[in-house]
Antibody, heavy 121, light 111 residues
């Protein structure tokens, strides 16, 4: 069974850092680009970042560029999102997702359950 | 990276058909066939319903269909059922920014 399990969410102060992890199982992790999507409380979906299967290409939304870094460890089948210089507006549930093959930056059928990140003083 | 435009809400009675629109620009929806649709229940992760404008993931009901004309994509749900009541989001690749943009979401109410 294909599964994604996020961890690392929690409370951070403005200006602080957090690192999210997404452990994958049930598929050949390195064969798929991976994506982070977030959803602020009561709001819509926002694409955050994406990374190719070999880590050769990474993409970030303008809202997080220069502050967030997406990475992966294919030997551990794990996706990461390093979040620095956090802002109150980064408060959201963060989902990791498997990209659809051939569909640029597009989340597919497999999503994690989400990790809540709260940025507050 | 501007969001795509969706109606805030739509409604329909069981058995009817409804259509949700998703309007973008010539840089996203109009330029690429990378339009997808997601269904989301409260407190749950989104679920992919349509990808590449009009393709359904394996096993998904054929009551759900997608289309595109110019800068506007559409999701049609036929034979509306109570379980279809949820939020729906469209998304599209935008080449200029090398990013993905989502619509603001549409709340579907089954009357």
């Amino acid at each position: 069974e294909v599964q994604l399990l996020e961890s690392g969410g929690g409370l951070a102060q403005p200006g602080g850092s957090l690192r999210l992890s997404c452990a994958a199982s049930g598929f050949t992790f390195s064969d798929f680009a991976m994506i982070w999507v977030r959803q602020a409380p009561g709001k819509g979906l926002e694409w955050v970042s994406a990374i190719s299967g070999t880590s050769s290409h990474t993409y970030h939304a303008d809202s997080v560029k220069g502050r967030f870094t997406i990475s992966r460890d294919n030997s551990r089948s794990t996706l990461y999102l390093q979040m620095d210089s956090l802002r109150v507006e980064d408060t959201a549930i963060y989902y990791c997702a498997q990209q659809i093959r051939g569909q640029w930056l597009t989340p597919g059928v497999c999503w994690g359950q989400g990790a809540l990140v709260t940025v507050s003083s | 990276q501007s969001a795509l435009t969706q109606p805030a809400s739509v409604s329909g009675s069981p058995g009817q058909s409804i259509t949700i629109s998703c309007t973008g620009t010539s840089s996203d929806v109009g330029a690429y066939n990378y339009v997808s649709w997601y269904q989301q229940y409260p407190g749950r992760a989104p679920k992919l319903m349509i990808y590449a404008v009009n393709n359904r993931p394996s096993g998904l009901s054929d009551r759900f269909s997608g289309s595109k004309s110019g800068n506007t994509a559409s999701l049609t749900i036929s034979g509306l059922q109570a379980e279809d009541e949820a939020d729906y989001y469209c998304s599209s690749y935008t080449g200029g920014s090398r990013a993905l943009v989502f619509g603001g979401g549409t709340k579907l109410t089954v009357l």
